[in-house]
């Protein structure tokens, strides 16, 4: 649909009076639990109702608690129940080498819980410990309803 907002942000006349709703930008994502002073670069843009987002945390040094971690701080409330992508990970420590890790934002929440899994079918929660060291690192993107 390339052509139907020019560079200046102008409707075009294939839209007519309506406005595209966008928006982009930087936010602050916080890495719950961390003991340490994470490095997290988080950016969206928001089209409409859906809002894509990536997040990169590095040096995460969680409080090494059996505390659910989780990614907070999402630029908009989450409509529905999201699966979320998970990206090169570094220095986690998986409870299990087979398991994947994998995450989701609820509906109604601005966070991102993390959780452990073999077949998506069962799942036990990932906790501060499974990120403790001071160079753990995640890569997160996905989008959403608001």
Do not use: H
Not at 109 to 131: G, R
């Amino acid at each position: 649909m390339s052509g139907i907002v020019n560079s200046a942000g102008s409707r075009s006349g294939v839209i007519g009076t309506t406005e595209l709703d966008y928006e982009e930008g930087t936010f602050t994502a916080t890495a719950r639990f961390s003991t340490g002073t994470p490095t997290i670069t988080a950016n969206y843009t928001k089209i409409g109702r859906v809002v894509t987002f990536s997040i990169v945390i590095s040096n995460i040094a969680s409080n090494g608690t059996t505390n659910e971690f989780s990614v907070g701080g999402l630029p908009f409330t989450c409509l529905a129940d999201t699966p979320i992508v998970i990206g090169p990970t570094y220095n986690i420590n998986s409870p299990v080498a087979t398991m994947n890790l994998r995450a989701k934002i609820s509906g109604s929440q601005v966070y991102c819980p993390f959780y452990w899994s073999v077949d998506d079918s069962a799942y036990s929660i990932a906790t501060c410990a499974n990120f403790d060291a001071a160079d753990a690192g995640i890569s997160l993107s996905g989008s959403y309803q608001i």
